[in-house]
């Protein structure tokens, strides 16, 4: 290697030398013998003081290479315990190594230029240059794993140019080995719900129900079969199943097909099974992961139930949930959450209610019919409203002439600071705290309650006093005045609270077109029996001749994708209101079952989804950061262009359909 070392540190004053010879022999050429003398004397000068600096620099270097020290400061001299080389930079090659060096990685050390790519091929020094000391990961030579160490190697002469750096090789082999051995036998505990139990045994004698449990055990323990895993059943509806990490992602893999093949049980009536299923995994403890299980399988009965929900440390991962949300009959949680929402506002001194930023009819018609109740308590309430950028003009505009709701809107700010410690918080039509009209109001108000029927996100509002999450539900409207059915007379409910109540519901189903129960026709029934005129509902869904004019060019922008979704990617800025009529309208089409209207404001891509066929559009805009339910969801999307946006959805429309 020492010729390598030569070649590295030979000087480049030879070329000077040379050229300073040419103009020695040109001057005897023209008999200028004293100038000739001179030149010859002044490059012998200049050649002797280039090999002595060269000599020194070649001694400074090969001492410091056989003087290095490792970490532990054994001299490589006398016998490093790590194989180690010295290499140059950026060309990373091999200059220097120890017999152990070349021992682990076949190289000789009688081969000139050898580079570090030929034993780690697009092996980079970055880490070095940023300061690190260890190369992120494993490196695999010779069938044995080793951590790479390194610094830079500083010369005492400080006018060299050459950058050097010695590397370090520890075999870690086994411990790596252990680590993955480790990892892999990790225990993760799982809960197994089933999701409509007390509607598949509803009537059933006790033989029925027998055989109904033994077929879904059947079906659960035909999924377990290869897992080696522990399966026990807890309760009624409930399984307890323990397995290790290593076999997490296979049953990702089959997309827990679970939760297909448990639909094949079925009652004497029809109704088919369906499942909820938490995880909880990377938890200090089995209590740990075990409260992630529970909390996941809280998470699948929020968004709607039927899916697979996964819970480590840090985050939710969701599969599934491409079915539509099963109604329930029972009114039993409204009647409950009705008396607590009323002695909750009861001990408040003031009532603040929010929905989301760009509020709709839905949210609006929420808020103004949950004033009712704080109005029949004497309690003050203010809506917390952003009267400039809003979706509910024509609403708000006949709110404000009434009387009633002259002074009710407040914005933000003004609530933030007319809030005290006794204030209540009402957040209706959105769980997500990022969503909300003012997230400071909901950071500062220590009680806050929770209405709303998305399904639930992964970044939900927590910390809550009261919380009435009914994903099945068509609309915020409807659980609120479901709650009114309880909480107040029907001659409390004034006939412009019934109105503006009325729209949420017609507008989130779409005048009653799709997401409608039983439910949903019995609280429209209430609210017109209070006083609701259909007529003046329809006169809030009126838009101009400009705006309809646009709607229809949105929808004549409209490309079909998979036969039956029907993509818009507009590049002009249109209202929120526009962009969902458009993305209504396409519905209309024949064979349309999906649609997505894309659209820019305010440095943002935003997006408006409708479904009336199997595409759960919640599914699909949640992977690019939207929420929604099955049948209606929306997205904002930042500091991304159109184009990219648009890809990214019509990927996520592959994995949901994938």
């Not at 040419?22 to 004293?34: G, K």
């Not at 203010?382 to 002439?401: E, P, R, T």
Request: charged content about 25%; aromatic content about 8%; some cysteine.
């Amino acid at each position: 290697m020492n010729k390598q070392v030569s070649r590295l540190l030979r000087p480049s004053s030879v070329w000077y030398c040379a050229v300073m010879l040419l103009f020695c022999a040109a001057a005897v050429l023209v008999d200028q013998y004293y100038l000739a003398a001179g030149e010859l004397a002044l490059t012998v000068l200049v050649f002797s003081i280039s090999r002595i600096r060269f000599a020194r620099r070649r001694q400074l270097l090969m001492e410091y290479v056989q003087n290095a020290t490792d970490a532990v400061g054994i001299s490589v001299h006398a016998g490093s315990p790590f194989p180690m080389a010295v290499i140059r930079l950026p060309d990373n090659e091999i200059i220097w190594g120890n017999p152990g060096f070349y021992s682990i990685t076949g190289l000789s050390d009688t081969e000139r230029y050898q580079t570090m790519d030929r034993i780690l091929p697009g092996f980079s020094t970055n880490w070095l240059r940023e300061g690190r000391s260890e190369l992120p990961g494993d490196q695999l030579i010779g069938g044995r794993r080793y951590r790479i160490y390194g610094n830079y190697v500083k010369s005492e002469d400080d006018q060299t140019t050459v950058m050097l750096a010695t590397v370090y090789f520890a075999d870690m082999t086994e411990m790596f080995n252990v680590r993955d051995e480790f990892l892999r036998t990790r225990p993760v505990v799982s809960l197994l719900l089933i999701d409509n139990y007390d509607e598949l045994t509803s009537n059933l004698t006790d033989a029925a129900v027998s055989k109904l449990d033994a077929q879904i055990y059947e079906a659960i323990s035909k999924w377990t079969a290869d897992l080696h895993a522990i399966c026990r059943k807890t309760e009624r509806n409930r399984y307890l199943l323990i397995f290790e990490s290593k076999d997490l992602a296979k049953l990702q893999d089959g997309k827990f097909s679970i939760l297909d093949s448990i639909r094949s049980v079925t009652n004497p009536a029809g109704v088919a099974a369906t499942i909820s299923l938490g995880i909880g995994k990377d938890g200090t403890s089995f209590e740990e992961n075990y409260s992630f299980a529970a909390l996941s399988v809280e998470m699948s009965l929020s968004r709607g139930g039927d899916q697979a929900v996964i819970k480590d440390r840090f985050n939710f991962s969701f599969f599934g949930g491409k079915t539509k949300e099963a109604e329930r009959h029972t009114r039993v949680k409204s009647r409950v959450v009705a008396g607590s929402l009323a002695e909750l506002i009861n001990q408040s001194s003031q009532v603040f209610i929010m929905g989301h930023r760009m509020a709709d009819l839905d949210a609006l018609g929420a808020a103004v019919g949950l004033s009712c109740l704080c109005r029949k308590r004497a309690k003050s309430v203010k809506i917390v409203l952003d009267q400039q950028n809003n979706a509910v003009g024509s609403l708000l505009q006949v709110l404000k002439a009434t009387p009633d709701f002259e002074a009710s809107f407040i914005s933000g700010q003004d609530a933030l600071v007319e809030a005290d410690s006794k204030s209540l918080l009402i957040v209706v039509d959105t769980n997500r705290p990022d969503q909300v009209e003012y997230r400071e109001l909901l950071e500062s108000v220590q009680r806050v309650a929770v209405i709303d029927h998305h399904r639930r996100a992964a970044d939900y509002i927590e910390q809550v006093v009261l919380n009435l999450h009914e994903p099945f539900a068509s609309s915020a409207s409807e659980l609120v005045t479901e709650l009114l059915q309880y909480a107040v007379e029907p001659k409390d409910v004034r006939p412009i609270e019934a109105q503006a109540l009325l729209a949420g519901i017609v507008l989130d189903t779409k005048n009653f077109s799709v997401r409608t129960g039983a439910r949903t026709f019995e609280s429209a029934a209430f609210l017109r029996r209070t006083g609701a005129d259909p007529v003046e509902v329809k006169k809030l869904f009126q838009s101009d001749l400009d705006a309809t004019l646009l709607r229809y060019q949105i929808v004549q922008a409209a490309r079909l994708y998979r036969n039956e979704i029907a993509i818009a990617a507009v590049e002009r800025s249109v209202t929120r209101t526009i962009a969902a009529q458009a993305a209504d309208e396409l519905l209309n089409i024949s064979g349309i079952q999906t649609s997505f209207v894309l659209y820019p404001a305010d440095n943002q891509v935003i997006i408006s989804a409708r479904s009336i066929g199997s595409c759960n559009v919640q599914v699909v805009l949640e992977k690019l950061g939207g929420g929604g339910n099955a049948a209606t969801a929306g997205a904002q999307i930042r500091d991304k262009a159109m184009r990219d946006v648009l890809t990214e959805l019509v990927a996520s429309i592959d994995s949901f359909y994938g």
